[in-house]
């Protein structure tokens, strides 16, 4: 029986085939499943059709208006042949529920991780996010999450603190740290200026990239969300300085050609790398209670896993004194 604290335990292999059949998906009872933890995805095999993926949501996380509208951006940027993989409509519908769970279906498609050390793989890489954010401004989402540093930051920081996850000779320094880190991620956002908010991917990272012959296509927009063009970009860029703007450059040339970036955002680079740390410990907190997540991240919750984090945020600190990336 599903619990909050076992989210899961009513989706066994029969249950995810009965969901399945509900909506006119028959499996011939062969199921894997693949990588992810905030979710329950799985391939489903099918004697007549070609093998679908059925991702079935976590319970309570979000509501059925963000979930729908998620939906919605992908199959519209479907529409205009970016590369997105938006769900199936078995019976005329993307949201399905079955007992106590909602889920959606979707095509099997495979790839292999972009090579981010290409300069035509870069390229193309911000020709396709331009081409995804021209979508993303068209309307606004009306359900789904905003980037902020209240939410991102503030909140996974007092989850933290109050929770008692952090060992107690390390609380202290770690408050300290943090509150020294997000006042000057709100200082760079104060020299970013009013930025305009589009739909985003909102989580563009390697994992979420699936390259083949024909280029890549996106996937797993649950963490879709409004929010500065650069949230989409950052994560792209790795190593020092002058590589990240030599990758930059790139990105930007393709993405360019699409529509306009505005250098301003640059302010934010480090300071969203700063929030996603933050927030990065604090979904792992928030989920600690479900089976998945000590198994998957045995070093949480360690007195070296927190001395990382604070030595983390302390090289973030000095990042974030440092002037933006220019290209």
Not at 22 to 31: A, E, H, K
Not at 56 to 61: A, S, T
Request: charged share 25%; hydrophobic share 45%; glycine share 8%.
């Amino acid at each position: 029986m599903a619990t909050d604290a076992t989210p899961y335990a009513g989706l066994t292999p029969d249950y995810v085939l009965d969901a399945l059949e509900s909506v006119g998906i028959v499996g011939d009872g062969r199921l894997l499943s693949l990588n992810s933890y905030e979710n329950r995805v799985y391939q489903c095999w099918r004697d007549d059709a070609p093998p679908v993926v059925a991702k079935f949501y976590r319970p309570g996380r979000w509501s059925d208006e963000a979930i729908v509208e998620e939906h919605t951006f992908t199959l519209e940027l479907a529409d205009e042949e970016i590369p997105a993989v938006p769900p199936l409509a078995p019976q005329g519908a993307t949201l399905h529920r079955f007992g106590d769970f909602r889920f959606a279906v979707y095509a099997v498609r495979g790839g292999r991780a972009p090579s981010l050390d290409r300069r035509d793989t870069l390229l193309q890489l911000g020709r396709c996010l331009g081409r995804l954010h021209v979508v993303g401004a068209i309307a606004p989402f009306r359900h789904r999450v905003r980037l902020s540093v209240e939410q991102f930051g503030d909140a996974s920081r007092d989850f933290l603190l109050h929770e008692g996850f952090l060992p107690v000779d390390l609380v202290e320094v770690y408050h300290g740290v943090a509150d020294h880190a997000l006042a000057r991620v709100r200082a760079a956002f104060g020299r970013a200026g009013e930025l305009r908010l589009l739909r985003l991917h909102g989580d563009c990272h390697v994992g979420n990239i699936l390259w083949t012959d024909a280029g890549p296509h996106f996937v797993d927009f649950d963490d879709a969300m409004s929010g500065p063009a650069v949230q989409d970009l950052w994560m792209l860029l790795s190593g020092e300085r002058a590589e990240m703007e030599a990758q930059l450059a790139i990105v930007l040339e393709g993405y360019e050609t699409f529509r306009a970036f505005d250098r301003r955002e640059l302010h934010l680079v480090e300071a969203l790398r700063t929030l996603r740390l933050i927030h990065y410990a604090a979904w792992i907190a928030r989920r600690w209670h479900d089976p998945a997540f000590p198994a998957a991240f045995p070093w949480f919750n360690t007195q070296r896993y927190w001395q990382d984090r604070i030595l983390e945020l302390r090289e973030q600190i000095a990042l974030l004194d440092e002037p933006p990336l220019a290209a």
